[in-house]
């Protein structure tokens, strides 16, 4: 299986600031013959199901503000939140789909400072 | 809009058995794939299984082969779960999800509880 670890477990950022989270694949994700890298990130907060933010590491989910981004190749991947706003706060997860059983990393917190 | 509906969780003991379904609308049910993805309380995401459009393919996590049965019924619009030999580490929100790669669509989910 491929083992997805996210860092940090937990950020605090202030208000209006750059918020980054990293997934690193213990294998890579990256598909040669298509060059789609099979990763997705997700936003889950208190009480609700994942949300699907960011699908091929960088391809925004339709309706997802623009202050969120993703980026990565291969087994490194980050997603950048521009400019935090209050509703951000959640936990958010990456998840490879390249093999079976997708599998998920741990979550980040993510809090404001 | 799309919707998916699970329903079928609660309490049960442990060796017990549940059946969770998921009602989908909204979309043409018949046309995609789905999975089951779970979450124990205050943990994260694990996957669970997986069934095709035509039911010919399904996966397994590990935790779950042999003891968990999805299947679909595309004229009712729902997906299921058979879930026996239940054990205290099933304990989870269960979650239907539509997708092969990414899940773009998610249920509210329905809570198991295995427990004594």
């Known amino acids: 299986d491929i083992v997805v670890t996210q860092s940090p477990d937990s950020l605090a950022v202030s208000l209006g600031e750059r918020a980054t989270i990293n997934c690193k694949s213990s294998q890579s994700v990256l598909y040669s013959s298509n060059n789609n890298n099979y990763l997705a990130w997700y936003q889950q907060k208190p009480g609700q199901p994942p949300k699907l933010l960011i699908y091929?590491?960088?391809t925004r989910e339709s309706g997802v503000p623009d202050r969120f981004s993703g980026s990565g190749s291969g087994t490194d991947f980050t997603l950048t939140i521009s400019s935090l706003q209050a509703e951000d706060v959640a936990v958010y997860y990456c998840?490879?789909?390249?093999?079976?059983?997708?599998?998920f990393g741990q979550g980040t917190k993510l809090e404001i400072k | 809009e799309v919707q998916l509906v699970e329903s079928g969780g609660g309490l049960v003991q442990p060796g017990g058995s549940l059946r969770l379904s998921c009602a989908a609308s909204?979309?043409?049910?018949?046309?995609?794939?789905m999975n089951w993805v779970r979450q124990a309380p205050g943990k994260g995401l694990e996957w669970v299984a997986y069934?095709?459009?035509?039911?010919?393919?399904?996966y397994y996590a590990d935790s779950v082969r042999g003891r968990f049965t999805i299947s679909r019924d595309n004229a009712r619009n729902s997906l299921y779960l058979q879930m026996n030999s239940l054990r205290d580490e099933d304990t989870a929100v269960y979650y239907c999800a539509r997708g092969r790669d990414a899940y773009n669509y998610w249920g509210q989910g329905t809570l198991v509880t295995v427990s004594s």
């Open positions: 998840q490879q789909y390249y093999s079976t059983p997708p599998t």
């Open positions: 091929w590491a960088s």
């Open positions: 069934i095709s459009s035509d039911t010919r393919t399904i």
């Open positions: 909204g979309f043409t049910f018949s046309s995609y794939r």
